[in-house]
């Protein structure tokens, strides 16, 4: 296949922005980007999961 017979760049191509959530952690107060599902404070070391 040739590429110029692709009109439209596929799915995986499209750039979207990446949000990530923002949780205090309950130990120090320190507030946390978390990109995944835990994440451990700067601060503290504590491991800190989001609720959902």
Same mark, same amino acid.
């Given at each position: 296949?040739?590429?110029?017979?692709?009109? !439209?760049?596929? =799915? #995986? &191509?499209?750039?979207? &922005? &990446?949000?990530? *959530? $923002? @949780?205090? #952690?309950?130990? /120090?107060? &320190?507030? =946390?980007?978390?990109?995944?599902? !835990? @994440? +451990? /404070?700067?601060?503290? *070391? $504590? #491991? @800190?999961?989001? *609720? +959902?």
């Amino acid at each position: 296949m040739s590429g110029s017979q692709f009109k !439209e760049k596929p =799915l #995986c &191509a499209v750039n979207s &922005a &990446a949000v990530p *959530n $923002t @949780v205090e #952690c309950p130990s /120090c107060g &320190a507030v =946390l980007e978390i990109w995944s599902d !835990e @994440v +451990r /404070c700067k601060d503290c *070391n $504590t #491991c @800190v999961i989001p *609720n +959902r």
